[in-house]
């Protein structure tokens, strides 16, 4: 095998697009010596990966230079980047943003442990991405540098298989088998996540003779599955039948859902409402939507999940602050799941499991309801008066904190903007811009989609899984190769867990804004602090740090102040979206105890000293 023989087989599938056309043409032989490496991307190309976030090191070199050649010829992109979980995170944004599947790559040993740190992003979100990591030498020769130093086998392998699917290439003729199981983790039928692929040093070079290109596995395609039992159906009708009071309550597994979840909202007179990562799914404007529900959910989504008696579920996991730590249901005399993972749709009791592919089970319901004689409510209802009075209630919360944009700040001893006020702003500059929002952890994501007023999907994305810092700011270098201008809300704490985008968005062109709101404490976590046990403990800094000069060092980045004011601020965003790359926009706000601050919490969580009267509560319910 030669370096001239690799570059033919790039240059003939270049002009081919596919490893079976390049065969069946006789541009390639179905036999061919080649590397594992070289096999490895070979086979990612077969499933349509073409995109790689990486850090190489001394475990990756070989890959490395496969990459490099199909590079060349116009098959493959590498992102190299400064950190292995910004590397994770770019691929997770990628997946959730566009659907298509990339792979991270990095060394044996922290870079590994970084990336798969990462990880966890994809796996609480269900993104499918591939984590390619270097990984000691087979022959057992001793330490290799970086691996985990204990005289046992496959540590990576087993810490890996923790988070997803994983697999060891401790066989080299293995490779078919590995990206075969690797196809069905990252698109299965159901919950998908991290494919760890473990790559030996030794194994990566080593040559495979004679191998048979068309062994290399396609993209796995998922089949949508519809519930065939007309029993579960059935019981369904006759719960919603004998209801008064029905909610709705969407996850991400709705995505595709909205127009059945509408039509069934309007059959059974019910609310709408929302997990935090599902905005957008049924449109703000809906009437019958009641916006966020759950630990920081509003006060009309929080009604309408603690007064119905019949609650619907459609593509959610029952997540401890989706809903309330399994308290927010306090009246439901039944529910109907709708999940394509049993487990998660055989959650609560006293229900009907409904398993398969959400859309297509909403329709086949909806189509047996109308059989079944229901008809279109015409709002008039006490319980649809009851979800307007709500709605108007916490239209109004909403509008009283925005007409008090700035307040008195004890840190920064001047008036400052609002998270409320600032967010909102940023949101409709984004939404008037067709700009992406991405909300990072913390208070301002628990503000943001309490605030977020999507009219259709795909205008906001927030990771609620995991919600790891530093998410929102590094999927900007994903949403920026994809072509899609997106805006990063993300707090200091946030911001300076993965500060390298700013020359990693540089470095591919990625063009975008992050809005750094700084109120100089984790707000989110001083709240609980106070609200629980009335003291604040090491949740705020005295440091003071220029992050417009920060930003401004990297050349080719615009740093902007984004003011005092809401004018300041709009200003500031207008001047960011006309630059031709990253910009930054530092945005000091308000945190302390005026209650127009902030959008408060309406439900309840198991945390602290709260855990005890939650339990009791879940445990009365017995749902």
């Known amino acids: 095998m030669t370096i001239e023989q690799r570059i033919h087989r790039a240059k003939m599938l270049a002009a081919h697009k596919t490893v079976e056309r390049a065969v069946s043409s006789g541009a390639l032989a179905q036999f061919q010596d080649l590397s594992v490496s070289e096999a490895l991307v070979l086979g990612l190309y077969n499933q349509g990966v073409t995109k790689y976030f990486a850090i190489f090191g001394h475990g990756t070199t070989d890959i490395a230079e496969a990459l490099r050649v199909y590079e060349d010829a116009g098959l493959v992109k590498t992102y190299n980047v400064r950190h292995e979980t910004a590397a994770a995170h770019a691929a997770t944004a990628l997946r959730m ?37 270097g990984d000691e030498t087979t022959h057992d020769e001793g330490f290799n540098m970086q691996q985990i130093p204990r005289g046992e086998q496959g540590l990576f392998l087993k810490l890996a298989s923790v988070m997803g699917r994983a697999y060891a290439l401790y066989e080299p003729w293995a490779l078919p088998s590995a990206l075969r199981a690797g196809a069905v983790a990252v698109n299965g039928e159901g919950f998908n996540g991290p494919f760890f692929l473990l790559a030996p040093m030794n194994v990566q070079p080593a040559t495979l003779t004679g191998f048979n290109l068309l062994e290399l596995p396609g993209a796995y395609t998922p089949r949508r599955l519809v519930c065939a039992d007309d029993a579960a159906f059935d019981r369904a009708t006759v719960l919603a039948r004998g209801a008064r009071r029905v909610t709705i309550k969407i996850g991400q597994g709705a995505r595709g859902c909205g127009r059945e979840v509408e039509e069934l909202a309007s059959l059974l007179d019910a609310a709408i409402v929302a997990g935090p990562s599902a905005t957008g799914i049924v449109p703000y404007a809906n009437g019958r939507y009641m916006t966020v529900g759950g630990s920081k959910g509003s006060l009309s989504g929080n009604y309408a999940m603690n007064e119905a008696d019949l609650v619907i579920v459609a593509g959610a996991r029952a997540v401890c602050q989706w809903d309330s730590s399994g308290t927010a249901w306090k009246n439901a005399q039944g529910v109907i799941n709708f999940n394509i993972e049993p487990s998660h749709a055989a959650h609560y009791n006293r229900g009907v499991s409904i398993t398969g592919d959400a859309r297509l089970n909403l329709r086949a319901w909806i189509e047996r309801l109308k059989k079944a004689g229901f008809t279109p409510a015409d709002g008039s209802s006490a319980w649809a008066r009851a979800l307007s009075g709500r709605r108007a209630d916490w239209i109004a919360f909403k509008k009283a904190r925005y007409e008090a944009p700035a307040l008195y700040d004890e840190v920064w001893k001047r008036e400052v903007l609002t998270q409320p006020a600032a967010i909102k702003t940023v949101c409709d500059f984004a939404d008037a811009a067709g700009a992406l929002k991405v909300f990072d952890a913390g208070d301002v994501q628990a503000n943001g989609f309490q605030i977020v007023e999507d009219a259709r999907e795909g205008q906001t994305l927030t990771d609620t899984g995991s919600s790891y810092m530093g998410f929102a700011a590094s999927a900007l270098l994903a949403t920026g190769i994809a072509g899609r201008y997106a805006v990063a809300f993300c707090g200091d704490g946030s911001f300076t867990m993965n500060p390298q985008v700013l020359i990693d968005a540089t470095e591919h062109g990625a063009r975008g804004c992050i809005v750094l709101f700084d109120n100089r ?31 401004g060092a990297v050349r080719g980045v615009l740093a902007l102040p984004g003011g005092n004011t809401v004018g300041d601020l709009k200003s500031a965003l207008a001047k960011a979206f006309s630059h031709n790359g990253l910009s930054f926009v530092y945005v000091p706000v308000y945190c302390g105890d005026d209650e127009r601050g902030g959008m408060g919490v309406f439900g309840d969580w198991n945390v602290g000293n709260w855990c005890a009267r939650v339990q009791e509560e879940h445990h009365r319910m017995g749902l």
């Open 97 to 133: 943003t566009t659907g298509e599947v990339a792979a991270v790559i990095t060394s044996i040993g922290p870079g590994a442990m970084h990336a798969f740190a990462g990880s966890l992003c994809a796996a609480s979100n269900g993104a499918g991405v591939y984590h390619i990591y």
């Open 521 to 551: 404490r984790m707000a989110a976590i001083s709240g609980l602090q106070n609200a629980q046990y009335g003291k604040l403990y090491k949740t705020g800094d005295t440091v003071e740090v220029d992050y417009l000069a920060l930003a």
